[in-house]
């Protein structure tokens, strides 16, 4: 049993007790949050459920942790001008884990 589910614009793959890291979410560690936006459900691997545009199931979750990605380097050169900037990112995220698909 999958669903794929819209969270903060980005579309995942989830099972039942599965891990996932997603954009980061405002709410605290612990904390059980939920998410409606559900494009697509199957039960088993025969038969589908697509909605037009979602379906009227929902994904519960559990805030695990809030982590950082690794450095991202930023590296910008303009030949003979003598111009070099070198910045770094590292990208928010929450791990969540999948509780149900209702």
Known sequence: ????????GCQYKVTE???VFI?????DIGSKVS???VLMFTADDKSFEIGAP???KTVEATVLNHVKDDTVIVFKKKRRK?????N??????????INSIR
Do not use: C
Not at 1 to 8: E, H, L, P, R
Not at 82 to 86: A, D, I, L, S, W
Not at 88 to 97: A, D
């Open 82 to 86: 003598g111009y070099k900037v070198r």
């Open 17 to 19: 007790n599965q891990k």
């Open 88 to 97: 770094g990112h590292r990208q928010n995220y929450t791990q969540i884990e």
């Open 23 to 27: 954009p980061k979410l405002k709410d």
């Open 35 to 37: 998410f409606s936006e």
């Open 1 to 8: 049993m999958y669903a794929i589910v819209n969270i903060k």
């Open 54 to 56: 979602v379906l009227s």
